[in-house]
């Protein structure tokens, strides 16, 4: 943490006829604004603040100061895989050639960032046994739409209307319910059974005619993994109905079982998770859709193919995939996130992809084990932890009144990001940890002992902990006041 | 192993603290059947020395070709300071910013972004991104069934002047939720939207018109009267604009007497590199009386326990991870780094830079159409006036035509022949500030000569 706790608006550093002028372009003599037709011209200049590049640059590397991030501090945010990212990733997908590249320019002038294009699709096939994968989701969620509609266009192109409901488990990810919603889709939960695993009988009375698909997450949201996954997706297909999964614990599984091996029909995969692409305080993600033989007509556009007369390496579009569920983005994906998922995988390489699922489950379940000796209880006690496990406060919140916000935001005083609280919503008072394949031991030995400090404080000074955090640049924030009396912009000096 | 830092003697311990023999018997709740035994199809790994070195040959392999084409991805100068400063771990390694106490910096910068949009806009309220400019504008038209009380109708007016690939997105990402769209066609001596063909409609029940200021090809639209007409009929108005031109156009929170409704676009013109199309940022600005049904994330200000200013998430109860299947949107991971970028760029420009990129684009285009259509046989599809793009007309294909330009590292702008087959041999062609006079000269010339040797041919 800086020194710089606090940091004016850039707004505030705006002085009237200031500018960084080194950037403004010359406008060649002869020019246009009168060429504006008056009716829609703008009358009066933008409020944009007026400074200098290095009141510009000052500014926000003093705000970036504030942040916790990867590369600063420990970050176990359960489901969110918060793994180191290469800068060599990043290096490469800068590259003049790449940054600069048009996504309309013609083929010819692509040939090199379609290979790489062409070469992902065929690795995140290998990794997840899947038969087809399409790259143009923008993000996890994104990757889902793809999925659901492509299950719903599977059906409808057999005519078999009346399938519009979407199974999720209790526990599963908002993002699967609120994809079922965007997709047309009405949901219905199944319970989970005190061992973790899919109450089988509740799904067997969940299925029937108008089931379209389940979607699930393996491992699942409770951190451990579906261990009749092979029954599920056999009462869902008998029904009638397909499989969905959603791909933010791939990293658990890496190279150690795959999605199309388990019988899922229609995946995505979070490359800002599993292969290590930059979250960038919120995004941008990547959300490939990889599927099974009866999707592959209806995968969204674009995808990339390898031909064999020169251009090597094309797009196909609506002409070659009517079928498809059609465009879900401007232009191709983020190019520049799959490049550096590209890079990754590449640095990986077979035996490396391997070792992200080991390392990923050694750590959790190492980290588990020590947090367990020291006094905490898990959600699972009786289940191996795959990549991420939960701990409960309960007893805790009985004994001490300590919740598990206290404890995540006296993590943040001790130096380390806090886990994911309050999620999955099954398990009271929990904290959901992933510390992922790239920390150390000693950095899990430091946080178990910040834990344990903590814990002492829960029993000597809990006041310490419901006043965290106290070295932050601000205490905890008033969210009802933020909700209730909305200050959303800036409004101008004075306003 | 690259990136993972165990040594023999902390994995022996970690596997004793477990109580595990091997990693593999970590994997023991998985059925044998499953367990995958090798990943055929995957090359072997690379040194980052290797890595570097194919991508740098990949690069090579696509070179660097003069850019003519826009058609919603456009070639900007980028501060160096922009990605410089954003790229900074702390930025770039971030998460989505739930702990607020130890995400100041992005919350900030987010709040700081929502305030320059909301003003670029002239609307009182922006969300801290979307994917793109294609799914802001499905959005939005999902967003207008949920915020027209006064329409039951949920059907929406699309121009056919509107973006093509914007035009799909929208209809691949709502037509799931019974929405229904009615084309509106674009005139074919001005290129624009005309207020009699929106006549057809007068009495219907629309939700939502949506006006592309400037269109897809280029020309502007009398946004004033078309608001108006949609006001009228209980009827919202989307905006969908380019926001380096609204330096210089008529914000649309003034169309019309009342203002749009919803404002949305493409981000990526504020200091996102082309990058073969992504990752760009979609953006959303609107009214405050709307902003309930909004979808994305927003921040707010507020005070911490001591009475402090600061920033949080607000309004969470729209999102998935609160509101599940009655959620706003499905979208959570945003386009939060772009975001960034557009922050940093419009600081940098200020209101006095971004009126000069875009009258110097404005400039750059209007000599391009002028070298071109001194060409014999090239000519300008439509007399009105529009921004930093237009629509020219040949008379032979187009496709051989760019093939040559091509060859000579000239990428001529963008067939229309898929798109708008009624338009014959056209070719939308954009010149942005970073094209100069000898640029424009060399296409020209290439253009001339391409011509030249079809007809020869």
């Known amino acids: ?495 | 192993m690259p990136f993972i830092p165990h040594t023999d003697d902390d994995e022996r311990e970690m596997l004793a603290a477990i109580g595990a023999p091997s990693i593999e018997a970590l994997f023991d709740e998985i059925p044998a059947n499953l367990r995958l035994q090798s990943l055929e199809g995957l090359p072997s790994g690379l040194s980052e020395l290797e890595v570097m070195q194919l991508m740098a040959a990949r690069a090579r392999a696509d070179g660097r070709a003069l850019c003519f084409i826009g058609a919603g991805a456009y070639e900007h100068h980028i501060p160096a300071a922009v990605w410089s400063t954003i790229t900074r771990g702390e930025f770039y390694s971030a998460y989505t910013p739930y702990q607020a106490e130890a995400s100041q910096g992005t919350l900030q910068s987010i709040y700081e972004y929502q305030s320059m949009m909301a003003h670029l806009t002239g609307m009182q309220v922006s969300n801290a991104s979307l994917y793109d400019g294609a799914t802001a504008v499905a959005e939005a038209c999902l967003m207008a069934v949920r915020a027209n009380r006064r329409s039951s109708a949920a059907r929406i007016l699309l121009p056919r002047s509107l973006h093509p690939h914007y035009r799909a997105v929208t209809l691949a990402m709502a037509l799931n939720q019974g929405l229904r769209f009615d084309t509106l066609p674009y005139m074919r001596d001005g290129g624009h939207m005309s207020l009699d063909s929106l006549a057809v409609h007068d009495g219907e029940d629309i939700t939502a018109l949506v006006i592309q200021q400037p269109n897809f090809f280029g020309v502007f639209e009398e946004v004033d009267a078309l608001t108006d007409w949609a006001h009228a009929r209980d009827t919202l108005v989307i905006a969908v604009v380019n926001p380096t031109s609204l330096a210089l156009l008529k914000p649309p929170g003034e169309w019309g007497a009342k203002g749009a409704d919803i404002v949305v676009g493409e981000g990526q013109p504020l200091g996102c590199p082309l990058s073969s199309g992504g990752p760009y940022f979609g953006f959303m600005t609107t009214r405050m009386q709307h902003v309930r049904q909004m979808p994305g994330r927003i921040v707010g200000a507020t005070v911490d326990a001591d009475g402090r200013p600061g920033f949080s998430l607000t309004l969470q109860a729209r999102e998935q991870h609160i509101r599940r299947a009655k959620a706003t949107s499905n979208i959570c991971t945003n386009q939060g780094l772009l975001m960034m970028a557009g922050t940093l760029y419009l600081a940098l420009m200020g209101a006095e830079g971004l009126a000069r990129v875009a009258a110097a684009s404005m400039a750059r285009t209007a000599e391009l159409v002028a070298a071109l259509t001194a060409i014999p046989q090239v000519r300008r599809a439509f007399a009105r006036p529009g921004f930093h793009e237009a629509v020219l007309t040949l008379e032979r294909p187009v496709a051989p035509v760019l093939q040559a330009l091509a060859q000579r590292g000239i990428q001529g702008g963008l067939d229309l022949a898929d798109y708008y087959p009624e338009l014959g041999a056209a070719l939308l062609v954009c010149a942005t500030e970073t094209k100069s006079s000898a640029d424009i000269d060399a296409y020209a010339s290439a253009l001339s000569e391409a011509l030249r040797s079809a007809r020869a041919a």
């Open chain 1, 1 to 495: 943490m800086s020194l710089a706790l606090r940091e004016k608006l850039i707004f505030d550093y705006s002085r009237p006829g200031r500018g960084a002028r080194g950037q403004w372009p010359t406008v060649p003599a002869g020019a246009a604004p009168e060429a504006v037709p008056a009716g829609i011209a703008r009358r009066a200049r933008p409020l944009l603040p007026e400074v200098s590049e290095l009141d510009v640059v000052r500014h926000y590397t003093r705000l970036s100061q504030l942040n916790f991030s990867i590369d600063t501090h420990f970050y176990p945010l359960g489901s969110c895989t918060m793994k180191y990212n290469p800068r060599a990733c990043n290096a490469a997908a800068l590259l003049p050639e790449f940054a600069g590249r048009h996504p309309l320019a013609p083929v010819v002038h692509g040939q090199g960032f379609l290979a790489c294009m062409y070469e992902l699709q065929e690795m995140l096939k290998a990794v997840t046994g899947m038969r087809g994968v399409a790259l143009s989701p923008l993000a996890g969620a994104h990757g889902e739409f793809a999925g659901v509609a492509m299950i719903r266009a599977y059906h409808r192109a057999r005519g078999d209307l009346a399938r519009h409901e979407i199974i999720v488990p209790q526990a599963a990810h908002g993002t699967n319910p609120a994809t079922a919603t965007m997709c047309g889709c009405v949901v219905r939960e199944v319970a989970v059974g005190a061992d973790g695993d899919v109450d089988l009988e509740a799904l067997r009375a969940a299925v029937s005619a108008s089931t379209a698909g389940i979607m699930l997450t393996n491992p699942s949201t409770l951190g451990v993994f579906e261990r009749r996954i092979e029954e599920v997706a056999r009462i869902v297909h008998q029904a009638g109905g397909l499989l969905y999964y959603d791909g933010a614990n791939l990293n658990a599984i890496l190279g150690k079982v795959r999605p199309g091996d388990m019988g899922f029909d229609a995946i995505h995969m979070n490359l800002h998770k599993t292969f290590s692409t930059p979250h960038g305080g919120g995004g941008p993600g990547a959300g490939a859709v990889g599927v099974s033989a009866r999707l592959l007509p209806f995968l969204p556009l674009p995808i990339v193919e390898r031909g064999t007369e020169q251009p090597l390496y094309r797009w196909l579009g609506e002409r070659e995939l009517p079928q498809s569920i059609g465009r879900l983005t401007g232009f191709g994906g983020n190019a520049g996130v799959l490049l550096r998922a590209y890079v990754y995988m590449r640095m990986l390489g077979r035996e490396g992809m391997r070792r992200v699922g080991e390392y990923a489950t050694l750590n959790a379940n190492y980290l588990s084990a020590r947090l367990q000796q020291i006094g905490f209880e898990a959600a699972y006690p009786q289940r191996r932890a795959s990549h991420e496990f939960i701990l409960t406060l309960k007893r805790a919140e009985q004994d001490y009144g300590v919740t598990a916000m206290d404890v995540a935001k006296r993590l943040l005083d001790l130096g380390f990001h806090a886990p994911t609280t309050y999620f999955p919503q099954l398990i009271s008072e929990c904290l959901l940890i992933e510390p992922t394949e790239t920390e150390s031991k000693q950095t899990l030995d430091a946080f178990v002992a910040a834990m344990a400090q903590i814990l002492r404080e829960a029993q000597e000074d809990p006041e310490q902990l419901h006043g965290a955090p106290h070295r932050l640049p601000v205490r905890r924030l008033d969210d009802v006041r933020a909700a209730r009396e909305l200050n959303l912009i800036y409004q101008g000096p004075g306003g």
